[in-house]
């Protein structure tokens, strides 16, 4: 977002001078809406890392990382700032920084200009050098900062050296659970010097090292280095070629390995690569998950632009929710740096002739309609040059129109211009490819039959996305109405909300599940056991057919007294979102939407509807007849569009195989939270509009998708989308074609935080974590399963547990990974990290969970093409074992009784992972590929048996689990033999004991 021309050109003289001058601190006052500003001492840490402050009731959580920061504004821009007088304070003393997943403000106010500058100018230096670097880089960075992070925030005292008591604490906050006489005697071997009792910096860094050293790494080195105690370069090109599936590995490229990542200068000269050095190596990017070259587009670009998805925002100006948040340029350019490539400008007149953007009728702050076109200019092309579409909602009378016209030709300029832009022969639309660094408009266009000379006409408004519902509206022209008064209804209705949403997560922990079961035959056990949802504000959006709730989110109560519609859905159809609030839903879902109110119309300059060429706005009314109008973009609500789905799934298929269509969400979701996008997609629907101020869960999966493709915010759709007839609703949507399967080994976990929400924070207990990982894509795939409970470890928790998933159409599907602490009462989340099928790379990886520098999961990851019945492979069974009393390394060390290994049996004592405490296991068998999903629910109506599954997996205790037949004294076969499809086993025949 921001423009770091101007710091780039600073001397290292200035640079230095500004950092220092930051870390010595200065006072500054802190202001907070509705009180007094609070004088306080804020100063850069020894890291840079994070600006702290003091005195502060946070103590050590008084900081923010500059990481967050996501913009530094100067002067007195931020809303808290405009509520105080015009004389209050020196613009020039003034900035304010906007942070986090939320945008957060902090406003300060400096006691010269001169600090002011000085804080400013630093901190766009710190997020300059930080935008530069990709995230893998930076986590890189981190890890080697994280002892001297560590060491700092252990040393309570501040006398530059820990006490064993110290070191407690922060193995506690590390969530490592080891006997207290086990860390005794790692402080003991790592207290080397005259000093004893307390560890300086190097010492508690050779402390760290033991305590960190990981056995499943350890393991792997030994299995192909012919149990030495480190890689040479044939044993590291042997391991390269066959887990990690790299082609033509040189021995240079093995020297460059071992001359960047081993620590160890003796290693470096023999041309080995140590522990340390393979930790180093498999925990860089080289180790992740991610396919790096999906950072940069590799998809085909040339395809007309309804053969592709595209990122799509829907209020984009708006910071927070509907009724009462703070609208802000500078959100444009956040989301168009972000990737997203189609924003929404809500239109309306403003004073003085000045048409604003901002949420009509309700209390959202207002913004020129000409500094939202200068912002787009500027950013539109920032991060990548292909096209952005312009959705105008235009509620201004013609005057005012003139004038957007005018600020769209004179800022936006040749962008504008499409007149070297030509359709195909077939009529179809310009590639993405084509219109390169070119703004689409999308708005309503004149008919034909409009006099030529005519500087307006009539056009319909109905198909408006952006009308609210007169129970959302807080201001409908009543001019008399008390602003206090108004804004008390708000916050009132919100509120309600809020309160209602609580409820939603406390009732529904699951209830994103995309897999729908037919539940028509099935009862709803209300004493389910329930835990905490993974995400504050989109996960509880959707009902159980049949269950003891008629509708989620039965917002209406909460605004009017209107009487509430009490027809019931049928238990075989799917569930529409909003069925008794949104009046798009009143008709009957066994027939087709009709419209019988009055056509409402509006009058359209020519000026701004000559600017409309390939991207018309239109209603949807003729499903059929309206197929083959490749220029026109329909817009739907998220229920209206459930219902064409649910009556014309093929049909709308093919409707998108010609035209854009664009999904936005229902009027009532006034909090700003989002639907689940998958069925949109699935449906072939291109512009899917989410809020993009609301992080969640449907969030991660969008940036998911589009990560997959250098984040341009374009995704080619499956050539069987885009041709021919297609059904995503199908058991078998793709007959005779392969089928992939992922056979997924969830091996460890690395350094996994407590619960951010946890109420004792870091002196609450350490944490059991499982890991569940979830198949998102057609219906069919969708697939979810989890892993074990580890006690007592957040640390290196061992699981080694495999899982396998069948997809039928991967180029559709997202991986979603999530990390949980089983909790006597429920569950508590901890973090995620989805990604695209496809963009996901075989063998031993990384998955770092988003957000967090540290903390990731250990896995392994094969795909197999299969055909015919679906088959659940073993993998790699042989190089860890599942028992987990055979985790340890002891086993390798018992296969060969005759060598020795005196670091691996000194690493083995005192290894911080210790095995798991026999953790009850419940008897689970791997999921049924071939699920019968006809009550397939957009927001993924969460099944008895799941949720059953899901508590009772993590409580009912239950037989000791065995893993086809192999015996504890079974010997693994080499882990690089994988078996093929021939050696797989059907998932029903397998009966595999998980927990």
């Known amino acids: 977002m921001e423009d770091f021309s101007s710091v780039r050109s600073l001397s290292p003289e200035q640079v230095e001078k500004c950092m220092n001058s930051m870390q010595m601190g200065v006072q500054m006052v802190k202001l907070r809406g509705g009180s007094k500003g609070l004088v306080r001492f804020f100063f850069l840490d020894q890291h840079k890392s994070c600006i702290r402050w003091r005195p502060s009731r946070k103590n050590e959580k008084a900081k923010i990382s500059i990481d967050s920061i996501r913009e530094v504004c100067e002067g007195k821009q931020s809303e808290i700032f405009q509520r105080y007088s015009d004389g209050s304070f020196d613009p020039n003393c003034c900035f304010s920084l906007y942070h986090g997943e939320h945008m957060h403000s902090l406003d300060l106010v400096c006691g010269t200009a001169e600090d002011a500058r000085t804080w400013i100018t630093g901190l766009k230096y710190l997020m300059a050098g930080i935008s530069d670097e990709d995230s893998l880089a930076k986590r890189q960075r981190t890890r080697d900062q994280y002892p001297a992070l560590t060491f700092a925030e252990a040393d309570k005292n501040g006398d530059g050296s820990l006490s064993i008591s110290e070191v407690l604490?922060?193995?506690?906050?590390?969530?490592?659970?080891?006997?207290?006489?086990?860390?005794?005697?790692?402080?003991?071997?790592?207290?080397?010097?005259?000093?004893?009792?307390?560890?300086?910096?190097?010492?508690?860094?050779?402390?760290?090292?033991?305590?960190?050293?990981?056995?499943?790494?350890?393991?792997?080195?030994?299995?192909?280095?012919?149990?030495?105690?480190?890689?040479d370069t044939s044993d590291l090109t042997r391991f390269l070629e066959t887990q990690q599936k790299m082609t033509k590995v040189t021995k240079d490229h093995c020297l460059e390995i071992i001359n960047k990542f081993e620590p160890c200068s003796e290693n470096q000269k023999q041309e080995v690569l140590g522990i340390d050095g393979f930790t180093n190596y498999m925990r860089s990017p080289a180790g992740d998950i991610f396919n790096p070259e999906h950072y940069s587009v590799t998809q085909d670009m040339s395809q007309p632009l309804c053969n592709y998805f595209i990122a799509s925002s829907h209020n984009t100006y708006l910071m927070g929710d509907q009724l009462m948040s703070q609208s802000r340029v500078d959100m444009y350019a956040w989301v168009l740096q972000a990737g997203c490539r189609c924003v929404e400008v809500d239109c309306w007149?403003?004073?003085?002739?000045?048409?604003?953007?901002?949420?009509?009728?309700?209390?959202?702050?207002?913004?020129?309609?000409?500094?939202?076109?200068?912002?787009?200019?500027?950013?539109?092309?920032?991060?990548?040059?292909?096209?952005?579409?312009?959705?105008?909602?235009?509620?201004?009378?013609?005057?005012?129109?003139?004038?957007?016209?005018?600020?769209?030709?004179?800022?936006?300029?040749?962008?504008?211009?499409?007149?070297?832009?030509?359709?195909?022969?077939?009529?179809?639309?310009?590639?993405?490819?084509?219109?390169?660094g070119k703004i689409l408009v999308k708005g309503k266009k004149l008919p034909p039959n409009i006099d030529e000379d005519a500087d307006e006409g009539d056009v319909s408004d109905e198909d408006s996305a952006d009308e609210m519902e007169d129970d959302c509206k807080l201001l409908n022209g009543d001019t008399s109405a008390n602003r206090k008064q108004v804004e008390n209804l708000a916050k009132k209705k919100l509120d309600n909300l809020l309160k209602e949403s609580k409820i939603r997560d406390r009732e529904d922990p699951d209830s994103f599940t995309i897999t729908a079961l037919n539940s028509a035959t099935k009862t709803p056990d209300k004493s389910s056991a329930k835990g905490k949802s993974e995400d504050g504000t989109d996960t509880a959006d959707d009902t159980v057919p049949g269950g003891n709730k008629s509708s989620s989110r039965s917002f209406i109560g909460s605004f009017s007294k209107r009487k509430k519609k009490t027809k019931k859905v049928k238990k075989t159809t799917s569930v529409v979102e909003d069925t008794d609030t949104d009046q798009e839903s009143s008709s009957s879902a066994s027939r087709a939407p009709v419209h019988n109110k009055k056509k409402k119309t509006m009058k359209l300059s020519r000026a701004l509807s000559d600017l409309v060429k390939y991207t018309r706005s239109v209603g949807l009314y003729d499903i059929d007849a309206q197929a083959?109008?490749?220029?026109?973009?329909?817009?739907?609500?998220?229920?209206?569009?459930?219902?064409?789905?649910?009556?014309?799934?093929?049909?709308?298929?093919?409707?998108?195989?010609?035209?854009?269509?664009?999904?936005?969400?229902?009027?009532?979701?006034?909090?700003?939270?989002?639907?689940?996008?998958?069925?949109?997609?699935?449906?072939?629907?291109?512009?899917?509009?989410?809020?993009?101020?609301?992080?969640?869960?449907?969030?991660?999966?969008?940036?998911?998708?589009?990560?997959?493709?250098?984040?341009?915010g374009y995704i080619v759709k499956p050539p069987s989308m885009c041709e021919g007839a297609f059904n995503p609703s199908l058991d078998d949507p793709m007959p005779g074609q392969m089928k992939k399967q992922l056979v997924l080994k969830v091996i460890s976990g690395q350094q996994l935080p407590k619960p951010k929400d946890s109420m004792l924070g870091d002196r609450g207990e350490i944490i059991d974590p499982f890991v569940e990982v979830e198949i998102i894509g057609l219906p069919v795939d969708c697939c979810k399963e989890q892993t074990r409970v580890v006690d007592?470890?957040?640390?290196?928790?061992?699981?080694?547990?495999?899982?396998?998933?069948?997809?039928?159409?991967?180029?559709?599907?997202?991986?979603?990974f999530l990390v949980w602490d089983h909790d006597p009462i429920g569950q508590d989340f901890i973090g995620q990290r989805t990604l695209a099928?496809?963009?996901?790379?075989?063998?031993?990886?990384?998955?770092?969970?988003?957000?967090?520098?540290?903390?990731?999961?250990?896995?392994?990851?094969?795909?197999?093409?299969?055909?015919?019945?679906?088959?659940?492979?073993?993998?790699?069974?042989?190089?860890?074992?599942?028992?987990?009393k055979q985790s340890s390394l002891d086993s390798t060390a018992a296969v060969r009784p005759s060598r020795k290994h005196p670091f691996g049996s000194h690493l083995l004592r005192r290894t911080a992972s210790a095995p798991t405490k026999g953790q009850p296991k419940t008897k689970k068998g791997l999921t049924e590929v071939g699920i019968d999903t006809k009550d397939y629910s957009s927001e993924g109506a969460s099944d008895e048996r799941e949720s059953e599954h899901k508590a009772g997996a993590a409580s009912q205790p239950s037989q000791p689990q065995q893993h086809n037949g192999e015996s504890q004294g079974h010997q693994a076969k080499s882990p690089w033999d994988h078996p093929g499809t021939n050696g797989a086993v059907h998932p029903e025949e397998s009966k595999e004991l998980r927990g």
Not at 178 to 201: C, H, I, S, W, Y
Not at 401 to 407: D, R
Not at 628 to 649: D, F, G, I, R, Y
């Open 169 to 231: 604490q922060l193995l506690h906050k590390l969530n490592v659970n080891l006997p207290r006489q086990k860390v005794k005697q790692m402080f003991k071997e790592a207290d080397t010097d005259d000093n004893q009792g307390t560890l300086g910096f190097e010492e508690f860094c050779s402390f760290y090292k033991m305590m960190s050293t990981r056995r499943d790494l350890y393991l792997l080195l030994l299995t192909y280095s012919n149990h030495k105690d480190h890689l």
């Open 349 to 436: 007149d403003g004073q003085d002739g000045e048409p604003i953007v901002h949420h009509g009728y309700t209390l959202t702050s207002k913004i020129l309609f000409k500094d939202v076109i200068e912002t787009i200019n500027k950013y539109a092309f920032v991060k990548n040059d292909y096209p952005v579409i312009l959705s105008i909602e235009n509620h201004c009378t013609v005057p005012q129109q003139k004038k957007m016209a005018q600020y769209l030709v004179e800022v936006l300029g040749d962008k504008l211009d499409l007149s070297s832009i030509r359709a195909d022969e077939l009529g179809r639309l310009p590639s993405p490819e084509l219109l390169r």
């Open 628 to 712: 083959n109008c490749s220029w026109q973009v329909s817009s739907l609500s998220e229920t209206k569009a459930h219902q064409v789905m649910q009556q014309k799934a093929a049909e709308f298929i093919h409707f998108n195989q010609r035209q854009l269509s664009r999904i936005y969400p229902s009027s009532y979701r006034i909090d700003s939270s989002n639907f689940n996008p998958q069925p949109f997609w699935n449906a072939g629907c291109q512009l899917v509009a989410l809020n993009y101020q609301s992080e969640g869960r449907v969030l991660q999966l969008n940036r998911a998708k589009f990560y997959s493709n250098g984040n341009c």
């Open 792 to 816: 007592d470890n957040g640390f290196n928790p061992m699981w080694e547990e495999t899982l396998v998933f069948v997809v039928h159409l991967p180029e559709l599907a997202l991986v979603r």
């Open 837 to 884: 099928f496809n963009s996901m790379l075989p063998g031993f990886r990384h998955v770092y969970l988003e957000g967090m520098e540290e903390a990731s999961i250990f896995v392994h990851i094969a795909v197999h093409d299969i055909t015919g019945k679906a088959k659940a492979a073993t993998g790699i069974k042989g190089l860890f074992h599942r028992n987990p």
